[in-house]
């Protein structure tokens, strides 16, 4: 994290030692611990960190900064299709405009504010007193000290506070909230001696509180009994990716690249998809070292990425452009860029890999298609069979068409006009171009109503192919069956995403496909009625996925302050090349 709020930079020393503390007799772990550090004068190490919650603050700025660059990038048109990184939101932005704002619920107010220094016994009593909630108080206000990142000095006069009054014994519950506040401010050698309590007083520890230990160890010289607590918590379950991250980057951060290595192997062969920060993490370590097998795995790193759809986030990217040009004598240069509409490399003009399924790719989406999302099983029943039948017969009945649209879901895009005067403004724009087209629609679009107007339906019928399901049933199925069936040229018009066909795809390859495919044949409609014009959002005509040629990379990355849907892709890229002249006097 980089962004300091104004005032935050230098945190300032909120209090002075006149902490009084009445601790109990020395009988516990926990007494000594406080007592030592307290001798110490570990109480005043409060390092400078970036304020609670900066993240939030961050993507607060990154909004007000894209709101008010939303209206240039509008001028600008490009890279304004679908599927781009942001568009969602900025779609759903220009919605919650138009309707009246609900507003949320003002948060009930708390009883007692969270003291931002450290209190005496007395201070502590008294806050108690305030305390009117159910539940144990100290329980309450650590929590709340998690929450809100209170600094370590504050929790820690809490718990001296709690260990006065029991004898000197902190409860688990305490100790483990404690442990969180000094792994998150990186007080690592209060984290030690809370682990050595916590060893000392429980023969194992529960999964949260390994976690949490494995966290703060790392920076240690102590690193390697991280690893034991990662065996620990095998014994009970598989370790999250975050367990994984954690021991990888203490190996890094100690030199031991072949403990981080088999520690990588391990996550992956558990089929957990590694954080990025653990990709990053083997990259930034690998400029230091000049080694092929090293730089064959990071090269390896980058087709994972690829062949699970992943993007690396902005300093990620950094951290690949920064390792290419470090290897010695290789020449590689890179470029962070854009990709233009007609899918070249805005940097070095190379075209990139195109976003069209090749002939075998999409036989087998269409028939992953068919089998997964219209039959789909009996939890998934999307229509009768007989209903499905007649679906078949129709459509083998009429030529391939150019365009299947969503009949009901584009007329409900204007909520001010009618129904079916938006089905037959499009339909007759696009007419007019000799399209052959289908509308899909659903029967009661046919009972004249104050939304659906017989002699307008009536057009429409002249004007495209029609078919009318059920009510009940879904029109989605159809409409990838009638676009698919039609060839690769067919593309259609929703403005639904269809996230729940690609969730019923059963394997990763097929939904990869099948977003890929979407991506090149959703049309996105635009009407402007004071124009009078139809227009569609461009389609992307290139894969926008890592790859390479060998002598090249492209490498589609996130930009920090733009928060992209799962269904969206990067609209930047970071191009690498390799020069194959020889340097100029060799
Ligand atoms: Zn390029």
Redesign the pocket.
Known sequence: MTFYLPGFRSFPKLWTSTLSLELGPATSPVFSFLRVTRNQHRWFSVKTTPPPNSKEINLQLAKARTLKKGHDSNRQGSFDHYFAAGAAKKRSHLTSNLQPREHAPSRVRRTIKLPTKPLNSEEWDKLKEDFNRKGSFEDWVISQMVCSSSSVDVAKSLLAWVAAKNNGIVGYNLLVKYLCLCVFHKQTSEVIDVYEIMKAKYKCLETAANTILIRGLIHSDRWREALLLLEDIKKVTVPSKRNYNDCIQGALLHQDVDMAWSLYQELVGHNLIPLLETLKAFFDFGKDINDDDYSDKLLDILLYLRNNQLYPGESFAHSIKTWFESIPGRQWKG?F?TVQRSGH??????ALESIHLSPEEYEFLKGKIMRDVIDGGDQYKKTTPRELKRFENFINSCPPFDIVIDGLNVAKMFSKSRDSQILLYIVSQLAQQNLQLLVLGRKHMLIPSSRWRKDEMEWVRKLAHCFFADDISEDDPFLLYATLNSGNHCKFITKDLMRDHKACLSDVHAQHLFFKWQQGHQLAIRINFQKSKLTFQHTLSYDTVVQTTGD?W?IPYDEDLVQRSSYEVPTK?L?L?RKTQAPAGS
């Open positions: 470029q860029t490399c805005s940097s070095c003009g190379r090249s492209h890229w191009c090349q």
